[in-house]
């Protein structure tokens, strides 16, 4: 986490304040982070693009894959400032062309993400973009996607993630099936948040 890599970042409280939290949402006992009051301030979405352009610039990014829907948010503005193309991770039925897909299993069921053949090379380095960690899930399918077709995946980035959730993440993506090239993809975060109320999955 950021916090932890560089001390307390003067930019941390601004983006802190910047979040709203909802309790009871979307089902009693969870904390909702709602980022869009960050989104209706400039200087602290700003802020926020920044912090992963700072650290992604001189990595030699190809490409920056965001995950439907609120990766979109970040994605696309950290791709053109670093120059690099940014690649839609969507639902499916949302692409028009020819897909490849990966399926992964949620608490009731299970979901997937597609991605346009050909939107990455073989050997490309792609940076994947969310805005928050609260399992795992997607961002390990989303790595399962990208290896399929042939691409480094050089590291996952999120603005939220739950305390101490970097420490078990090549644990839970070992777990979700990933092939262990994928359980050494690093994790970063911005900010930690707590969920929960009370002790109940989320």
């Not at 020819?98 to 997937?112: A, R």
């Not at 961002?139 to 995946?153: D, H, K, M």
């Not at 090549?170 to 092939?179: E, I, L, M, N």
Request: charged share 25%; hydrophobic share 45%; glycine share 8%.
């Amino acid at each position: 986490m950021l916090e932890e890599e560089n001390g307390v970042d003067p930019r941390l409280q601004a983006i802190s304040a910047a979040i709203r939290v909802v309790p009871h949402f979307p089902k009693p006992g969870i904390m909702f982070n709602d980022i869009t009051p960050l989104l209706l301030r400039p200087e602290v979405f700003k802020d926020v693009v920044e912090i992963f352009v700072d650290r992604y610039r001189d990595m030699g990014i190809a490409a920056v894959a965001g995950i439907e829907a609120r990766g979109f948010i970040f994605g696309p503005s950290i791709a053109l400032a670093i120059g690099a193309k940014f690649i839609p991770l969507r639902k499916p039925r949302k692409l028009p062309g020819e897909v490849i897909s990966e399926t992964y299993v949620l608490e009731y069921g299970t979901d997937c993400l597609e991605m346009h053949v050909g939107a990455v090379q073989p050997g490309e380095r792609i940076l994947i973009i969310d805005d928050v960690i609260a399992t795992g899930g997607t961002l390990s399918a989303a790595i399962r996607l990208l290896e399929r077709a042939g691409a480094e995946v050089v590291e996952c980035a999120c603005l939220l993630g739950l305390p101490k959730f970097k420490a078990e993440w090549k644990a839970r993506v070992h777990s979700c099936g990933v092939p262990s090239v994928a359980s050494d993809v690093p994790l970063f975060i911005v900010r930690s948040f707590s969920c929960l109320l009370k002790e109940i999955s989320c």
